[in-house]
């Protein structure tokens, strides 16, 4: 699908956060997996497709320096609207899969809660890598919760790319070491188990 942000902005103008797919209440599998992180909350924290999720209100609320990228503008001023200090933190309405604009040069943190599995072709997959590369810092943590080769072959209408633990690996190099995995089974708000891949890494201080 060629315009994504016009098929996204139409999902955030029609439904209501409880109506979305990928709606979570429960945050505590990614609180779990932040956890294992011994960066202080003020290192600055790239929260990548944010959506409206309740995750940004949590992390704002625990004093993340926060940059909010989402390709959804509608969904961006949904949440700017709803999250307290929303401007102490950095907005970003951009395509992940294209090279970050040059106002982010390092980020100690980078969050993906289901956004790298809709990009489907390897031109897309290799630029959104190479902003990982290209931002996150020696030293710094990426957490990817992607759907998982068991999981489903499509979700909001869009087909989406499955992704094992090894190909996880292979994408990143070896610039970054795993610290944990898990499978998750996510019950989204229809019920429907949705099964999850959440990795976390850490790039390398030397290589």
Same mark, same amino acid.
């Given at each position: ?22 709606? =979570? $209440?429960?945050?505590?599998?990614? #609180? ?7 960066? /202080?909350?003020?290192? &600055?924290? @790239? ?74 072709? =390897? $031109?897309?997959?290799?630029?959104? #890598? ?7 810092? /020696?030293?710094?943590? &990426?957490? @990817? ?63």
């Amino acid at each position: 699908m060629a315009n994504l942000d016009a098929h996204w902005n139409a999902i955030y103008r029609k439904k209501n956060d409880q109506q979305l797919g990928w709606y =979570e $209440e429960d945050l505590s599998q990614t #609180f779990k997996f932040l956890a294992k992180i011994t960066q /202080k909350t003020d290192a &600055v924290t @790239l929260v990548t497709g944010a959506g409206t999720s309740l995750l940004v209100d949590q992390l704002s609320a625990q004093g993340y320096h926060l940059i909010i990228n989402d390709i959804s503008d509608a969904a961006l001023d949904k949440l700017r609207q709803r999250i307290s200090y929303a401007d102490k933190h950095q907005w970003l309405c951009h395509d992940i899969a294209n090279p970050l604009p040059n106002t982010i040069t390092t980020v100690d943190l980078w969050i993906d809660r289901a956004v790298l599995h809709f990009l489907l072709s =390897e $031109e897309a997959i290799d630029r959104y #890598f190479a902003n990982i590369q290209g931002v996150v810092s /020696k030293g710094g943590f &990426v957490l @990817l919760a992607e759907f998982s080769t068991t999981g489903a072959s499509q979700c909001a209408g869009l087909k989406v790319h499955r992704y094992s633990l090894a190909e996880m690996q292979q994408r990143l190099g070896e610039s970054f070491t795993l610290i944990a995995a898990e499978d998750y089974n996510y019950i989204n708000p229809f019920g429907e188990v949705r099964p999850y891949l959440y990795a976390l890494f850490q790039r390398v201080i030397a290589i």
